[in-house]
C-alpha cells in the first residue's frame, strides 16, 4: 500500500535537500519519482526546485485549476509532450491562416502575445489562438486555393498551392497533434470520450 509521508519543518531546515535525495536515492534504484513546484514559486527558476547547499532538479509545475491527479498519471515527459502538442497543434491552425491570406504580420503579432513557459495557461494560449482565427474575414482567403506557398525544412522547400497545403500539410499537421493530446489524456485516465472529440 501506497504511504504518504509529509515533512516540515522551520525555514533553512534542509526540507527541499530532503526531498531531492530521496528523488535521487529512487532513480538510483531505477524507480520513477516526480517533483511538484507551484506555478507561484520560481525562486529556482521555471519548472524548478534547488536547495540552499546547490541540489536542484526539474519539476511539474501546476497551477490552481491543474488536477494533480492527472499530472501525477501523465508524469513529467508525458505532460511535457502533452504540452508540446497543444501548442503545436494551435501553431498549424496559425501558420496557415497566414500563409492562406498571406498576413505573416499578424502571425507574428500573434505568437509574440503567447505565452512560452514550459508551465504556460494553456486554455488562455488557446482561447487567444481562437480570438486570432475568427478575426479574419472570410474574404481574405477566398481565392488563395491557386497561391503557392513555400515551407522550408531541412531536406529543402517544398512548395504547394493553397488547396493541396490546406489539405496535405496544414490540417493533417493539426489533426496529428489533436489526436496524440487526446491520447495521452485518455491514458491518463481523464474522462473524454468520442462525442468530446466529435463536438469539440
Known sequence: MAKLFFYYSAM???KTTTLLQSAYNYHERGMRTLIFTPKLDFRAGEGMVASRIGLKAKALVFERDDDLETLFALGRDEVQAMRDHLRSLDDALTAARAALNERKQDLLRHQQDLPETPADDLR???RKT?????????AQIDGSEGR??????????????????????ALPNFYFHLMTAYALLRQAGVDLGKQDYLKG
Open 148 to 169: 503557392e506557398i513555400v515551407i522550408t525544412l531541412r531536406s529543402g522547400d517544398v512548395k504547394f498551392d493553397g488547396q493541396r497545403y490546406l489539405e496535405h500539410w
Open 124 to 126: 488562455t494560449r488557446i
Open 130 to 138: 481562437i480570438d486570432y482565427l475568427q478575426s479574419v474575414p472570410a
Open 12 to 14: 533553512n531546515a534542509g
